[in-house]
């Protein structure tokens, strides 16, 4: 996959907000190597059995056979427990938090651009902790970040739970996950973090001695999101015309598109039309100006709106000479998400442009809220499961049934556990498999 310098920069704004988070929360960015020596994936047995199929393996170099086989890194949670094994000694050393970002491989048989795709990039938190609890906490926190930004930047209405044991990441002890919706109401699994317990710890033998002076092996997590978060905003938020993109993310938020048919219009047009995007510029709003002639008005309108830009400023002679401009909304389509006779003035503008951001961004994540939850459906029962997911509809009811039953599930219906979600409701259920009491309810859907 090639990601061109547009869908880059949507990369790049949840670098930006990732990384302050991550540093607010005291992690250190850093780099491991990306060949992995094929024994170190081989210490934790679950690790090798999950990721085995996917691996990609270097056996020469140099022109010779390897002695040993070296795997393209597919995570790095071996080649990380090799080091801390080195840089952790003591309780004094603990926590050690660190994040790296970078690309993996891991060899997809289908593959679809941004969800499943053969090298994708990502940021990979690793981190080493005295406790269970503070490794608990540190797993918890950060699957939080990730739903933070899912709903504050990305627009996107996750729902943010626990794996079931079957969906479990391998080596993990405990998963927890933030699910969305796409568009076409499959499951995308938008962010993990894993509570690791001491079983890479243990493959290792990353000890530090503790305040007693024992010496114990270190509780970890692992977290992670990647591209295929743009590939979440895209099928989240798109429509027929293209890309709609939420302004806190979008590399342009605002395009300008001088109009004029007269030569004698030119020159005035696009006078008001570079001290609009100067003015917008230093208000910090990210802001485009379209001043090439070689593509009329209408082709530009149609472009912007297929990359998704949420707004458009046009302006034209008549604009010019009454200080005004039209701004269209990428998210109200037609006449309806136009509107006349914004002043040019500087203050006003900016205070207008300013409040529709919030605004688009504000309808972008209710619409995607509102299109979720009227596709869940509330089950009590195998059967009702099994109509909704052939809706379409992800299906949300008790569940306490066995390993075998959700494997069951998964080959009559096509359909996962997605999550068992944080927020629950209250008291006993009834397992809608077995009939058995159940204390949480699950959410089944089809998912890419």
């Not at 490794?135 to 930004?149: L, N, P, S, W």
Request: charged share 25%; aromatic share 10%; with cysteine.
């Amino acid at each position: 996959m090639v990601i061109r310098p547009y869908g880059y920069a949507i990369w790049e704004a949840i670098q930006d907000y990732l990384n302050v988070k991550f540093n607010e929360t005291g992690h250190s960015n850093m780099y491991f190597p990306q060949l992995i020596p094929y024994s170190f994936i081989e210490k934790e047995a679950s690790h090798v059995e999950g990721f085995s199929p996917e691996l990609a393996l270097v056996t020469i170099g140099g022109g010779k056979e390897l002695e040993e086989k070296l795997v393209v890194r597919p995570t790095s949670e071996t080649i990380v427990n090799h080091m801390f094994t080195q840089w952790i000694h003591s309780y004094r050393d603990l926590p050690l938090m660190v994040n790296q970002w970078a690309n993996v491989t891991r060899w997809e048989m289908r593959t679809k651009p941004f969800v499943r795709t053969l090298e994708f990039l990502w940021q990979e938190g690793h981190t080493a902790h005295a406790t269970p609890e503070e490794a608990e906490k540190e797993a918890i926190q950060m699957i939080d970040v990730y739903t933070k930004f899912a709903y504050e930047e990305a627009a996107i209405p996750v729902i943010a739970g626990r794996k079931s044991k079957v969906e479990t990441f391998a080596g993990a002890v405990r998963t927890y996950t933030i699910e969305a919706m796409m568009g076409d109401r499959k499951a995308l699994q938008a962010g993990t973090s894993h509570n690791l317990g001491q079983n890479f710890s243990r493959a290792f033998g990353t000890l530090f001695t503790d305040e007693s002076g024992q010496r114990q092996h270190v509780w970890q997590t692992s977290w992670a999101v990647s591209t295929r978060f743009v590939g979440g905003i895209i099928m989240t938020h798109g429509d027929d015309t293209g890309l709609m993109l939420p302004p806190k993310i979008a590399p342009i938020q605002v395009v300008i598109v001088p109009i004029w048919k007269k030569e004698d219009d030119k020159a005035a047009v696009l006078n008001a039309a570079s001290s609009v995007k100067d003015a917008l510029h230093t208000a910090g709003i990210k802001v485009k100006l379209d001043d090439t002639d070689q593509r009329t008005p209408g082709w530009k309108f149609n472009f912007w709106e297929m990359k998704g830009v949420p707004l458009r400023i046009e302006i034209g002679p008549r604009d010019v000479s009454s200080q005004s401009v039209v701004v269209c909304r990428r998210d109200v389509p037609g006449k309806q998400g136009k509107i006349f006779g914004i002043s040019m003035e500087s203050s006003i503008l900016e205070a207008y442009i300013k409040d529709k951001l919030d605004e688009i961004q504000s309808s972008l994540l209710r619409q995607a809220k509102s299109f979720r939850d009227s596709n869940i459906v509330d089950v009590s029962s195998y059967d009702e499961l099994k109509v909704a997911i052939s809706q379409g509809k992800w299906a949300r009811g008790p569940w306490s049934a066995s390993d075998k039953d959700e494997l069951k599930v998964k080959e009559e219906t096509g359909a996962t556990i997605r999550c068992f979600p944080f927020d629950q409701p209250h008291g006993i259920k009834t397992c809608l498999m077995t009939g058995n009491p159940a204390e949480e309810v699950a959410i089944f859907a089809k998912s890419y």
